[in-house]
């Protein structure tokens, strides 16, 4: 259940993954409602964006979100170098993007483009390593695609850069985000390295976090998309690795309100309704995903102009779906 990060010691070793457009502080805040310990991951931050003070709102973060990782993404060494020294007082945990598949970036030569570069993202890790206290990870692919998996020398080098921790998201770049997930490939990463290593792909489930856990042998897991519309899953996983009980699921009651609680939470920051409200229509299809007519509900739930109809149609759900 505990991880060691460097000099981190934290309760947890699940990990809230970092996901752009999503985890943003009330997300993040709505997983930590649930799960006092896991380690929480901002959204990507551009090391360039960061040095025009473009950040503010993604660098936004609560006391009560620690412990808290702040990813960087770029690939110019000095930029990385100077966004890490500039956001360590913010982290807990500074984690460099090496996995991102999205073509903008890539060809930007940053996120998973630095796999093809392993070099490039030794020199980047090494310097960071040299100028910030706090502890440092990287979070890769298995390559860049099918016929160029180093995923085991990249690791290697990455541990030799002095990088404190190596989440491998279980994919090849080419894959993007499906496809099978070759859980057996982060296993041999864990047989090969001796920092901790955390498994990332397709943990949706209390279920297959423990089979995962099982087959890769790794220090802990890291959950992204199972986390929008579960805000629960970890620490339901959590519970279960620490007790071997399994909590019963939400109620639908219990997931409409968790809901209105992330929703007035973007509120807060968004102040804006609409803005909060049109930031909220990504998540709502994933919090009703059990309920009879998801896809009508979710179709209203998108064109809600205000709170109000928010409110009335999931009185709606909950009434019809009792
Ligand atoms: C919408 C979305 C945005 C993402 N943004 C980031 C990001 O900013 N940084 C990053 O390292 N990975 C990002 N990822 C990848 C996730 O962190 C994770 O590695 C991937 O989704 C696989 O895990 P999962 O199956 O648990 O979602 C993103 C994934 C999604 C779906």
Redesign the pocket.
Known sequence: MKLKIGNLELKSNIIL???????DTSFRQTVRNFSKHCLV?T??ISSEALMWNKSQDICQAEKIEKPISY?L?GHKVDLMTKGALKIEPLADII?I?M??PVAKIVKNQD?SALMKNPQLAFDIVKEIKSVIKKPLSI?MRLGFDNNSKNYLEFAQKMEDAGADMI?V?G?TRSQM?SGE?DYNAIKEIKNTVSIPIIA?????SLEKAIQVLEITNADGI??????IGQPELIYRIEHFLKTGEILPELSLKERINILISHLNLELKYYREPINALKFMRKFYAHYIREVRGASQYREKLVKAENFDEIFSILEEISNTNN
Do not use: L, W
């Open positions: 993954a970092p996901m752009a457009g999503f985890s991951c959204e990507m990813q993404s984690d993007n996995g991102c996120g979070k989440t998201h994919r985000y997930v990332n792909g397709d943990i949706t890291m959950i992204g998309r199972g986390a």
